[in-house]
């Protein structure tokens, strides 16, 4: 099948079980941007059964409670696009007052270069990320 | 409080209830684009209760119904993104392959002229859309 997450690519592997995986999305600007992207394809949320789509969007709040706990961002951005590649895959992204593009979403055009590096921002592994992520999937939603 | 969608602007109301409501997005370029947006103030997700984020997430995919049955789109785009305005609101728009910026995001630099008005994509009225989203909230998920 001629889609690139069919096949796995899009970044280190966070956390994945047998539905969907979690990666680091490859970016200069963004430490803190994740995507989680459903194992099987799919192009829509409503192409999923609605348990499914529940525990998609399950996989897409730990991501945002991860990225606030670690990247103390000024709002977070939850996107399913997929007009690309549309196999479904969400972006969970750490957004600050000085990034590259704030206030705008990331795929406007940049107003900055990017924010200088902060020790609280870019000292966040992927295995510390992966642990976290790892912890929040593990205790049901509180 | 200083937030636009705390006082209930946005655009027609198709839907509402206590807890959140559907709006209209004004938009010349995109005809199939609804806002779902939380009644009471909250900024992220993960400030929900779980059972409020279900509970916003069905309207979210009752859009997404909606607007898939009435306007065929070559795809769906759901954000909450939220940087201007930091009150939880999501966008649900209905792309096409011939739209003002396909296949990037409708916030990227326009690729194009918007497209010639097609009866199925403009024929929709508010009042048609809003019936649609009524029936379909008013069943419980399948």
């Known amino acids: 099948m001629d889609c690139e997450f069919c096949g796995g690519d899009g970044g280190p592997v966070l956390w994945r079980d047998g539905f969907c995986r979690i ?3 490859p970016s200069q600007d963004y430490a803190g941007f994740c995507r989680v992207i459903l194992n099987r394809h799919a192009r829509e949320m409503t192409d ?3 348990a499914e789509r529940a525990r998609l969007m399950d996989a897409v709040f730990a991501c945002e409670s991860a990225l606030r706990e670690l990247f103390d961002p000024d709002k977070i951005n939850l996107a399913s696009l997929g007009n690309l590649v549309p196999h479904l895959h969400w972006h969970v992204i750490a957004r600050h ?3 590259a593009h704030f206030p705008d979403p990331i795929w406007a055009a940049p107003r900055r270069a990017s924010a200088p ?3 609280l ?3 966040v592994s992927d295995a510390r990320l992966g642990a976290r992520l790892a912890a929040l999937l593990a205790q049901p939603a509180a």
């Open 117 to 119: 590096p902060r020790a």
């Open 23 to 25: 990666v680091r999305a």
């Open 121 to 123: 921002r870019n000292d």
């Open 97 to 99: 007052a000085d990034d």
């Open 48 to 50: 999923l059964a609605p």
